[in-house]
């Protein structure tokens, strides 16, 4: 029986292990702006509205809003790049999660099923040096819909044909739930007290 077994990417492969909002302090202060919370509000407002809306490059709009609130005068191309080099260089992939998912790829088909612009969630997987471990990479933006919708899951049995597919991913009303009403079992990770990720040491006994 062949099984595809598929991980949404931030927080469940790729985690984040500080808040977000320190990557925006450290990509605005690099360019000479100021932070505060409020700064971070804009950013983070921005960049959700275009995101759920899916509308191109919400990275760019939430720093293009960043600009116009503090009237910076900085290059919108270099602070973009700054913010993706930044938040790369701030996310871990736990040993754990790295030595399961090599183990797992020897006899399964894997494959990332997030929520996000493709090729920076690719950007991110060549970055920590497991793109070679996923035969298929499905972003929420190529397929016109973020998960719980079907969109995501139905591409994944359309370039990925097997007999089971299951579902690992941390947030329960999109992976969960989004691959329970697909037909794939969902596997809810979560992570322990200590930060590290339980599941993986036990993630091949439950597959």
């Known amino acids: 029986m062949t099984t595809t077994i598929c991980f949404d990417l931030d927080d469940t492969v790729v985690h984040y292990p500080e808040p977000y909002k320190n990557i925006i302090r450290s990509t605005v202060e690099s360019h000479g702006i100021e932070y505060t919370d409020e700064l971070r509000a804009v950013s983070k407002e921005t960049f ?59 006899d399964n088909q894997l494959a990332i099923v997030t929520n996000g612009v493709r090729e920076r969630q690719v950007a991110k997987l060549d970055h920590h040096g497991l793109t070679d471990l996923f035969d298929l990479c499905v972003a929420s933006y190529e397929v016109g819909a973020h998960k719980p919708d079907s969109a995501p899951f139905d591409q994944v049995r359309e370039e990925l044909p097997a007999d089971e597919y299951v579902m690992v991913g941390n947030e329960y009303d999109t992976d969960v739930e989004g691959a329970r009403n697909a037909g794939f079992v969902p596997i809810h990770y979560e992570s322990g007290d200590t930060g590290g990720p339980d599941l993986w040491d036990s993630i091949d006994a439950l597959v």
């Open 48 to 106: 959700y509205i275009a995101f759920e809306a899916l509308e191109p490059e919400p990275y760019r709009q939430s720093m293009a809003a960043v600009v116009e609130a503090t009237g910076a005068d900085v290059d919108l191309d270099a602070l973009v790049e700054t913010l993706k080099e930044t938040e790369f260089a701030s996310t871990t992939v736990p040993d754990a999660a790295r030595d399961s998912l090599t183990a797992l790829a020897t």
